[in-house]
């Protein structure tokens, strides 16, 4: 298969491991982190060196390849105990987004489907599929990109909250994918990026992406976006999203809630931009879905430049729910689920039928 080369490539093979982007240092700095394990694939994800719901999921693809590339040489019985090692590891990385744990799955059942296979031939085939994970995710981004884009008039100025653009995905972007494609279909967009507190997904990352581009971006801080919104500024929300529970209700980074009511009093468009792979079936209402806390520090401060007084107590959900009913609609691969169809029985028909 042809390989899409992207302008940012948060995720690169280079013959012998996998190199992520650091994200930690954007936009000050661009540098590569190359892992070759799943232990040290599980820890660039859980220290954010690669973050965003797709992104994690086919970085964990990665670590599962390479540490079966590592094991190659030993006793079946070795590789299998410290394979399925590598699966918990990479599974206890981080909670919230479901790709993780899909990508991970699909990984699991290609091994298990390939018994009589030597070790090198599988771990081969496990690399092969890291790579199609990698491919599929840039189509992926590019089909939603494309139905997204025609929910967005010419001229549009949207807003967006966190980073759900080529950084958080193998390419393209969710929410941000939507307004590439919109800009290839000729319309006219300007983009208001969320600063996203407290980890500055949006400031830091949206605002550096779109730059790249020259896509007009304007940054806010997260408290600004009821003003422009009560004053006409803002002609639709589109975000990305970390898991969907069956109902529709919707997991994305903190804030995003927020974003979604004041929306909803203003008459804005609030739309989801949702690969399949992040649709949870079997979690009926965003209630269920695990929430990650992260450390008191990114509420103090910023690296370590702290504001606020020692020892105060502090509370950092890294995601919140935003219910089915205050999404207009979601965007996927297979085409844009109204918020009706939503109401009226959630998403497995969808997703089953594949089409609605
Ligand atoms: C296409 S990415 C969608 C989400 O993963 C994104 O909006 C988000 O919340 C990322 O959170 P992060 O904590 O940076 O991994």
């Known amino acids: 298969m042809k390989r899409v080369m992207e302008r940012v490539q948060t995720l690169r093979w280079n013959g012998k491991q996998i190199e992520l982007i650091d994200q930690r240092l954007l936009p000050f700095r661009t540098e590569y982190v190359a892992c070759?394990?799943?232990?040290?694939?599980?820890?660039?994800?859980?220290?954010?060196?690669?973050?965003?719901?797709?992104?994690?999921?086919?970085?964990?693809?990665?670590?599962?390849?390479?540490?079966?590339?590592?094991?190659?040489?030993?006793?079946?019985?070795?590789?299998?105990?410290?394979l399925n090692e590598g699966f918990n590891i990479l599974a206890a990385s981080r909670p919230t987004a479901v790709n993780l744990f899909w990508a991970l799955d699909r990984m699991r059942k290609l091994w298990l489907s390939h018994?009589?296979?030597?070790?090198?031939?599988?771990?081969?085939?496990?690399?092969?599929?890291?790579?199609?994970?990698?491919?599929?995710?840039?189509?992926?981004?590019?089909?939603?990109?494309?139905?997204?884009?025609?929910?967005?008039p010419d001229g549009a100025k949207v807003l967006t909250h966190c980073n759900a653009g080529a950084l958080a995905t193998a390419g393209h972007g969710t929410?941000?994918?939507?307004?590439?494609?919109?800009?290839?279909?000729?319309?006219?967009?300007?983009?208001?990026?969320?600063?996203?507190?407290?980890?500055?997904?949006?400031?830091?990352?949206?605002?550096?992406?779109?730059?790249?581009?020259?896509?007009?971006?304007?940054?806010i801080t997260d408290n600004m976006s009821g003003y422009l919104m009560s004053r006409g500024e803002i002609d639709a929300v589109v975000v990305g999203t970390d898991r969907v529970a069956a109902n529709g209700d919707v997991a994305n980074k903190i804030g995003t809630y927020m974003v979604a009511v004041l929306a909803k009093r203003h008459n804005i468009p609030f739309y989801v931009a949702c690969p399949l792979s992040t649709i949870d079936l079997s979690l009926a209402t965003g209630s269920d879905i695990p929430i990650e806390e992260r450390p008191a520090n990114e509420v103090k401060g910023f690296r370590d430049c702290h504001w606020a007084p020692e020892g105060v107590a502090i509370r950092n959900p890294a995601f919140d729910v935003t219910p089915a009913e205050l999404v207009t609609a979601l965007?996927?691969?297979?085409?844009?689920?109204?918020?009706?169809?939503?109401?009226?029985?959630?998403?497995?028909?969808?997703?089953?039928?594949?089409?609605?």
């Not at 690399?127 to 599929?136: G, K, M, S």
């Not at 800009?183 to 790249?212: C, M, N």
């Not at 029985?345 to 969808?350: I, M, Q, R």
């Open 115 to 152: 018994p009589d296979k030597s070790l090198k031939e599988l771990s081969g085939i496990l690399l092969q599929e890291a790579h199609a994970i990698l491919d599929e995710d840039i189509g992926i981004n590019r089909k939603m990109g494309q139905y997204g884009a025609t929910l967005l």
């Open 331 to 356: 965007v996927t691969e297979k085409g844009i689920v109204t918020n009706d169809t939503l109401m009226k029985g959630g998403l497995s028909g969808f997703v089953k039928n594949g089409r609605q």
């Open 175 to 219: 929410a941000l994918g939507v307004f590439r494609s919109a800009i290839e279909a000729g319309k006219r967009l300007s983009v208001f990026a969320d600063e996203t507190r407290p980890f500055l997904q949006g400031a830091r990352l949206t605002a550096w992406e779109l730059l790249q581009e020259n896509i007009p971006v304007t940054l």
């Open 36 to 82: 070759d394990s799943a232990k040290s694939v599980a820890g660039a994800i859980r220290d954010m060196v690669v973050r965003g719901a797709p992104a994690i999921g086919v970085a964990a693809a990665y670590g599962i390849a390479l540490e079966a590339r590592r094991l190659a040489g030993t006793m079946p019985s070795v590789f299998a105990e410290r």
